[in-house]
């Protein structure tokens, strides 16, 4: 299966700053996931966007989906050392059975 | 809820010996897992789809009579890592979908296979 792009690949920043990871895929997709991974660990799941979505909050973060692009943008506000993680995107396909297509993700190290 | 738990969490075996990981689903029925692999600082690739009840459904390069899929119950598939080699060495992480749930998958821990 095609793999999305994600950029950076790799962002470092300090504590209170805000990171913005962008992805992008290649498929038509039913929805759009990000998803969170420590190091060594499962995958955390953050946030859904569907595909007839444009943005969607929750807490700290900011999920933007731009289907004429085949683009979404994953922003955390105001991060902290505890963000430090490794964040995918996934797209689910035509269908929205869990078939799931990863990103290639992007290493978030926030600096206390 | 919605508790995917994967058993063991690290294993090391020798080139040529069987290696089973087990996925289950500890609140929930999952007529569906899927079975990742994960190489270090990679994404994640899906290898198979896990369907209770019938054969294991794989993605295109993945070997079938390698990395054996069961899925006996409702709660329970493994992955069986046939005569493994050092190249089979990497991260394995199962998921599961909720019935009649759409996507978010919940996903197991993973498990680190490394083979000497």
């Known amino acids: 299966s095609q793999q999305g792009e994600e950029d950076p690949q790799a962002l470092s920043i300090q504590e209170g700053e805000n990171a913005t990871m962008n992805c992008s895929y290649k498929?038509?997709?039913?929805?759009l996931q990000w998803y969170r991974q420590n190091s060594g660990r499962g995958l955390v799941h953050l946030i859904l966007i569907r595909s007839n979505e444009r943005e969607k909050h929750s807490g700290r973060l900011r999920v933007t989906l731009d289907t004429s692009k085949k683009s979404s943008s994953l922003l955390i506000t105001a991060s902290r050392a505890a963000d430090t993680a490794s964040y995918f995107c996934a797209n689910a396909g035509g269908t929205s059975y869990g078939k799931l297509t990863f990103g290639q993700g992007t290493i978030l190290t926030v600096h206390p | 809820g919605a508790v995917v738990s994967q058993h063991p969490s690290w294993v090391i075996c020798k080139s040529g010996t069987s290696v089973k990981i087990e996925c289950r689903s500890l609140d929930f029925q999952a007529t569906t897992m899927f079975w990742y692999r994960q190489f270090p600082k990679q994404s994640l690739m899906l290898m198979a789809t896990?369907?209770?009840?019938?054969?294991?459904?794989?993605e295109q390069g993945v070997e079938k009579d390698k990395f054996l899929i069961n899925h006996a119950s409702l709660t329970l598939s493994t992955l069986t890592v046939t005569s493994a080699h050092p190249e089979d060495s990497s991260f394995y992480i199962c998921s599961a979908l909720v019935p009649g749930g759409v996507s978010p998958l919940h996903f197991g821990n993973g498990t680190r296979l490394t083979v000497t």
């Open positions: 498929t038509s997709i039913n929805n």
């Open positions: 896990s369907n209770e009840g019938s054969k294991a459904t794989y």
